[in-house]
């Protein structure tokens, strides 16, 4: 999403952008970002502690809008002559800005989230491979900096190379291109994309997540509201879940 202010006379371009374009976090709500059925006319949308009130839209936005089936609401007048008076009046005033400082979010994240893990456990199925086998993992998930580890469990006498990690802690982008890639933050594996029967992609790697601990699914229900937790069996499984990484 991008937030902007509408140009008027005598406005420069830093006051054009009020928001740039980013991933808008909803407020009050753990890793939940506004998506377009978040949007209609006639409602508020707090976006860093301002509230603005959508009161109309263009005709490719009420087409799109009806193609996916949204009730859209009826428009409202916008209060021109009122908004300009208002600027009017903010004129001697120092300009001031809304928008939080990144590091002073992230530095919120990590003292609200410090020492709380996420752990998952995952398989990787590659037996139709040349000397393929059914391997298994566990996953930690950090919530204070929203960083993954992944560990390989290893059977007794397996015959693998037992390495200390297979994935060191780090933001682990959802898709590698090559060798040279960039990383922003919207484009890492988060705790959404963690969910039991769902593959997720580790460096091309599918691992199949199959079960988690018990703080994990107490996590979920507290800030997912998720009430009925299912477990997916697969065979040939080694008991990991009692076992830390």
């Not at 939080?100 to 709380?116: A, G, I, V």
Request: charged share 25%; net charge negative; hydrophobic share 35%.
């Amino acid at each position: 999403m991008i937030v902007f202010k509408q140009l008027c006379q005598n406005w420069t371009i830093a006051e054009y952008h009020k928001i740039r374009r980013q991933l808008i976090p909803k407020p009050g709500e753990v890793n939940s970002f506004y998506r377009c059925d978040d949007l209609n006319l006639g409602m508020d949308v707090e976006i860093y502690g301002v509230i603005y009130h959508i009161v109309d839209c263009d005709e490719f936005t009420k087409n799109f809008i009806n193609r996916v089936e949204i009730q859209l609401n009826r428009n409202e007048e916008f209060p021109y002559e009122l908004f300009l008076v208002n600027q009017e009046k903010m004129k001697p005033h120092p300009r001031t800005t809304t928008t939080q400082d990144p590091e002073k979010l992230l530095l919120r994240q990590f003292l609200r989230n410090d020492r709380k893990v996420l752990h998952f456990y995952a398989d990787l199925d590659n037996k139709n491979e040349s000397f393929g086998d059914m391997r298994q993992f566990a996953i930690q998930y950090y919530l204070s900096d929203d960083t993954t580890r992944v560990n390989e469990v290893y059977k007794n006498n397996s015959g693998y190379l037992e390495f200390p990690t297979f994935c060191r802690r780090q933001r682990i982008p959802k898709k590698v291109q090559g060798v040279i890639m960039d990383e922003p933050r919207t484009a890492t594996i988060i705790v959404a994309d963690l969910m039991i029967g769902r593959t997720v992609n580790i460096f091309n790697q599918p691992l199949l997540l199959y079960d988690y601990d018990e703080y994990t699914e107490n996590y979920y229900r507290t800030a997912y509201g998720i009430t009925e937790f299912s477990h997916v069996k697969l065979p040939d499984l080694i008991n990991i879940a009692s076992e830390s990484v």
